[in-house]
């Protein structure tokens, strides 16, 4: 509750006022339409510096003008200049990549643009005496806008009437309210944390202060990509050093050592190097998490940056609030019960009715004591009291004061911050409490107060227990479901509560909340060191500052978890914006939908293990499919450093190699891609790669080098080795495919089989005309049989091999931690 400055209202007032011709509660008139009209002409309006999502040109030319389709191009030119135009198939692969990715971009955008103008922030603005409801991006310079609690701050204004406490964390890194008032500068990027202002809007669009650190934050470099997408930029980079040199050596070896002409060299150089990109594996990731940003969007979910869908795959502890996550966020007084005989119910009723229109109810709690007070008005009308002085409540200190002429000082908020010590001593007061927090209520304590308050300081006067307020809000229907799936998929839920420690553990053990019986008063923890404690050691945390929340968090992420947190009041920005993942409520404030990673446009928190399921839907299927990328770099990079230092040809062409990445890579990953998978993601994603793909790896290296072996031997020519090393790597990659979609199911069978008949088709069939395979005789069929024979035991050997070694490290690290 926020003092209230202007025009006074009632106990039952009505928030904003209905337009009197004159701008409302506030006497200016704004702007006339032809002056906001000549402003936009000039380009005065506040559009932001970016877009909220890629323009069409952006997503085409991300799409196309790439890295690895420049060295594609390249390739391609060689082969062009040697004649070997058939070799140049995989073009085809690279521009159907291409496609896929610029249509699923455009449809995510066109999702995602949609519910972000229903998402955007709406403010009210005084224009031609009228005031009404405008998005950020169409207010212009000298506005006038009302500012009110929990609205973030979009464009630099200066304050014109009224007062309000500031929180400029979001851009200065200061977490202390500052006082605004007239003449006082409001900065964009930052939030209103109580009261209520009107202000002149000075710089708007890029000429505003958060627009200028946008631009100066892009000229020094992006904000920190997620732990995949850097671990994919980790493995393009080290193809991309290791092709120029690996290429020209392998071409001197093949012309200049083996005698091969320059075409035939060029062809085999050339096989080498697509082996060795990963074309698809970035577009797939980038399609992937567009994909599940579109879906996401669908529900309701509006995504503020993308890598927060991997953190959300990731997530292991899930940090909460009661108001709004667990309960309902309408909260209503479900009784008022009088501590003081003296004073009476009659004089407990006029003072509820006087406090409540001396201050501004900007929270959940102060608006139901208004609702209250408004049907406490209708029964029976009071005469106003005079207002001396005013204190509105803040997070800090947990209390709010109000100084009426001739009544004395009142001041209101949790019985034991207002009592003290003293609450021992006042045996109906405490039995009264104890009462309301066996039920899961909320009790707030109005009290006399004697002595001079001071705002952001302790109460040290004599506080005289008047009345209790007994605040009750409804048990969300889904809750007790929600919590239940995050307890069957291993996330530890935390409840960070500004409200009375035991109330809170009430209410989470109703929802079936594990460990909801160790709740701690967050008063109580110091230092640093006992709330790092204390964040592993406690489920429940009442009387938690805004400030603790945040520490907090950062505790549980410096003990090694992936924290979300969720949020929708102002006091839970810090938190929000230091999380992992942040997830505001739309029903929320402003400031808590602006600084949360994502955004639950329905309010409802049963939306989440959707949310989560996703995240880890499509991380895991990422890390599946990148396996299948992987595999064949593996086997194409070993085997070039080993051809590098034995006499044999190498034995592939480009044309064999695309055609094993369509059937045994590229269609099942994007396919498998899709499938459900709500599995906890464990260890790094690089490394959990790397041991899916690298069996498969060494099985291919080992079948070609066998075929290379037998064909040398036996004075086979290259057409032999070509076919015969095509068909083993086809076949292992049907056999790597096959591990990949265990255990089957009917989609997954379907998959397989299908890739499999193609692949069959294509070599036995299409190969000759379209593949360059030669026809072997039935000697030439016996041995390819027995090596491909030997394949699947090979993999299985090095999958254990890899199985085993990769437990032996798991069991160090435990050992060492």
């Known amino acids: 509750m926020a003092a209230k400055q202007g025009v006074k209202k009632g106990a039952a007032g009505q928030g904003m006022s209905e337009s009197n011709g004159k701008g409302g509660r506030y006497g200016t008139t704004g702007l006339s339409s032809a002056q906001v009209q000549e402003r936009m002409a000039k380009g005065l309006r506040n559009l932001p510096v970016e877009t909220p999502s890629k323009s069409v040109g952006q997503i085409v030319a991300g799409s196309i003008f790439t890295f690895f389709n420049f060295i594609f ?88 009437e009224g007062e309000a406490r500031a929180s400029e964390a979001l851009i200065t890194g200061e977490a202390d309210a500052v006082y605004k008032k007239p003449g006082s ?17 000075t710089h708007v669009g890029a000429d505003s202060y958060a627009s200028r650190l946008t631009v100066e934050a892009r ?40 005698g091969f002409d320059i075409g035939g060299a060029t062809v085999a150089v050339i096989a080498a190097l697509v082996g060795m990109i990963p074309e698809g594996l970035y577009l797939l990731t980038s399609v992937a998490l567009a994909l599940s940003v579109m879906r996401l969007a669908k529900g309701n979910t509006v995504v503020h940056e993308m890598s927060c869908v991997e953190t959300l795959a990731r ?37 509820l009715y006087a406090y409540c229109g001396a201050l501004e109810m900007d929270n959940e709690t102060a608006m ?106 409804n048990i969300r229907e889904n809750a007790e479901e929600t919590f239940r799936y995050f307890e069957s998929q291993g996330v530890t839920v935390k409840v960070i509560s500004g409200d009375n420690p035991m109330t809170v553990s009430r209410i989470a053990e109703q929802v079936g909340i594990s460990g909801a019986d160790r709740f701690v008063d967050a008063r109580s923890l ?69 600084a949360a990673h994502l955004v639950l446009l329905d309010s409802d928190f049963s939306a989440m293990p959707r949310v989560v399921a996703e995240g880890r839907r499509v991380i895991n299927n990422i890390e599946r499919a990148a396996a299948l ?83 040398t031997v036996m004075g086979w020519t290259t057409g032999v080795m070509n076919t015969m090393a095509g068909a083993a790597v086809g076949f292992v990659g049907i056999l790597v495919l096959a591990q990949v979609c265990m255990p089957f199911d009917r989609k997954r069978f379907a998959i397989w089989s299908s890739m499999a008949l193609l692949m069959g088709i294509n070599i036995i069939i299409l190969g000759p005309v379209l593949y360059s395979l030669v026809s ?42």
């Not at 230092?645 to 890579?665: K, R, S, V």
């Open 73 to 160: 191009a390249v390739l391609a030119a060689c082969l062009i200049l040697v004649g070997h135009y058939k070799q140049m198939l995989f073009l085809v692969a690279v521009i159907v990549n291409a496609v896929i990715g610029i249509v699923q971009q455009l449809r995510s955008k066109r999702v995602v643009d949609r519910l972000s103008l229903v998402a955007q922030a709406q403010y009210p603005v005084i224009r031609d005496g009228q005031e009404f409801e405008c998005p950020s991006d169409g207010l212009v310079q000298d506005d006038m806008v009302i500012f009110q609690a929990g609205a973030q701050i979009p464009a630099d204004a200066v304050v014109i």
């Open 185 to 201: 500068e409001l900065k964009s990027g930052s939030f209103i944390l109580s009261g209520h202002c009107l202000a002149r809007l």
């Open 219 to 258: 000229k020094k470099g992006f904000g920190k990509k997620s732990e995949m997408m850097n671990s994919l930029d980790k493995i393009l980079r080290v193809i991309a050093v290791a092709l120029v040199p690996m290429g020209l050596l392998l071409f001197w070896k093949q012309h200049w050592i083996l």
């Open 315 to 351: 997530v292991d502890v899930l940090c909460v609030d009661k108001t709004g996550t667990i309960t309902e966020p309408r909260m209503q007084v479900s009784g008022v019960v009088c501590l003081n005989e003296e004073r009476g119910e009659a004089f407990i009723s006029r003072f």
């Open 368 to 473: 139901a004591m208004e609702r209250y007070c408004r049907d406490l008005e209708e029964e029976k009308p009071f005469c106003p009291w005079r207002v001396l002085r005013a204190i509105p409540f803040q997070s800090k200190t947990k209390w709010s004061a109000v100084t009426f002429e001739e009544q004395g000082t009142f001041v209101m908020g949790a019985p034991e911050v207002l009592m003290g010590n003293a609450l021992d001593g006042e045996e109906e007061l405490s039995r009264r409490l104890k009462s309301c927090e066996e039920r899961g209520e909320r009790a707030i304590l109005a009290a006399e107060y004697r002595g001079s308050p001071e705002e952001g300081k302790t109460l040290t006067g004599q506080t005289v227990p008047l009345a209790l307020i007994v605040i009750a809000n």
């Open 526 to 594: 110091k230092s640093e060191e006992e709330l790092s404690r204390a964040a592993e050691a406690y489920t429940v945390f009442g009387r938690v500052t805004p400030e603790q929340k945040r520490e907090l968090v950062k505790a549980l992420k410096a003990g090694g978890h992936t924290v979300a947190m969720t949020g929708d009041g102002v006091n839970d920005v810090l938190a929000l914006k230091d999380a992992d993942c942040g997830v505001a409520m739309a029903s929320g404030s402003d400031a808590a939908c602006q």
């Open 629 to 711: 990328f992987l595999v064949k770099n593996i086997f194409s990079f070993v085997l070039t450093v080993i051809l590098l230092f034995i006499p044999f040809p190498y034995p592939l062409m480009p044309i064999q190699l695309t055609m094993i990445g369509m059937f045994a890579i590229g269609v099942p990953s994007f396919l498998l891609a899709l499938e459900p998978n709500e599995e906890l993601i464990r260890g790094r994603f690089i490394y959990n790669v790397a041991v899916k793909a690298l069996p498969g790896g060494l099985t291919n290296v080992a079948a070609v080098l066998v075929v290379s072996v037998v064909c």
């Open 776 to 817: 072997l005789t039935l000697f030439q069929l016996m041995i390819l049989g027995i090596i491909l024979g030997a394949a699947w035991p090979f993999l299985v050997l090095m999958r254990r091999l890899v199985d085993a070694v990769n437990d032996r490290i798991h069991n160090i690290d435990a050992r060492r931690l």
